[in-house]
């Protein structure tokens, strides 16, 4: 029970920090929305991003990484307690992991070469002027993960270059994400409510895949993923409707979000390659992480107000 309580706090709390950005575009398209829209966004908002997105990503992958079991097999195996097919499940775990790995991975280093940020730790400055050497990294990197995973099972190299794969997809959809709502926010500022309804809901799916697909460093029950991440969910859309002005003050948390990505890559790969790793180590990686970010952030703070 403790270890469940733990791995849903952590969940929760990934999904929270890692959903910042998709908060912030929500909240500045909500701006320009009637409060009727602004009430439908959050009651229809939650059943899509909960029930919807939190709950048939992760069967999705489930499914992708088990495809000999069907479509509906596969949706009742994550609800199953049966000991054989927690065993067909874990037999699969390395491809999943892997690439899960490998695509939280690129995203740390996206960001760290790439994103405008605030620099919260020494030598950020530095990496980010050499912006230009992100794709040869992230190269090497594949490069090696394929080579390792060779020797241990094909399906897992395979499974590293999916999530590389995944990855620039998503990330060509966050681009044109920000380019459309500068255009919401400018000169075609004269949208339906609907219309941007239905573009913070496919926002949402977007972003939503960084924190399923990170929720499988802390477990693999989708049950507790779906309960974890979606209570994180919940959390991230009150913050939006409310207090998104409040979360931007705390400069670091972006920081936070993208080192708990990282260590959460690395323990994915390394869980996939067959080294043990306690239960325990993801919740209280991510909580020590975004808990140093968050007091730095509150020093600066008060630093400034003083």
Known sequence: MFEIILI??????????????????????????????????????????????????????????????????????????????????????????????????????HWLFMEPKEYGLIGERFIHRQWVWFYSVVSIILSILVWFSLKVDPLMAFGSVLGSTAFFITHGFKQNAERYEKDLMGKRGNLSDMSKLFYLEVID??????????????????????????????????LTIKGVSRIKRYKYLKNGAMYSIMFLGVIMIADAFGYHVPVWLSPAVTFMVVGYFFVKSKNEMDRLAK
């Not at 939503?208 to 802390?218: N, R």
């Not at 209570?231 to 009150?238: F, H, K, S, Y």
């Open 8 to 109: 849903v706090l952590g969940l929760s709390l990934f999904e929270i920090v890692s959903s910042i950005d998709n908060a912030v575009i929500n909240a500045d398209v909500l701006a320009t929305m009637k409060e009727q829209s602004r009430k439908l966004f959050l009651i229809w908002g939650i059943l899509f991003a909960v029930f919807v997105m939190r709950g048939l990503l992760p069967w999705m992958i489930v499914w992708a990484t088990n495809p000999s079991m069907g479509a509906i097999n596969s949706l009742v195996s994550t609800f199953s307690s049966n000991p054989s097919v927690v065993e067909a499940i874990e037999s699969s775990a390395p491809i999943l992991l892997i690439g899960g790995g490998t695509f939280l991975i690129f995203l740390f280093f």
């Open 205 to 238: 799916a977007t972003f939503s895949i960084d924190g399923v697909i990170g929720a499988f460093a802390f477990t693999l029950s989708v049950p507790l993923i779906v309960l974890g991440n979606g209570i994180g969910a919940l959390v991230v859309r009150e």
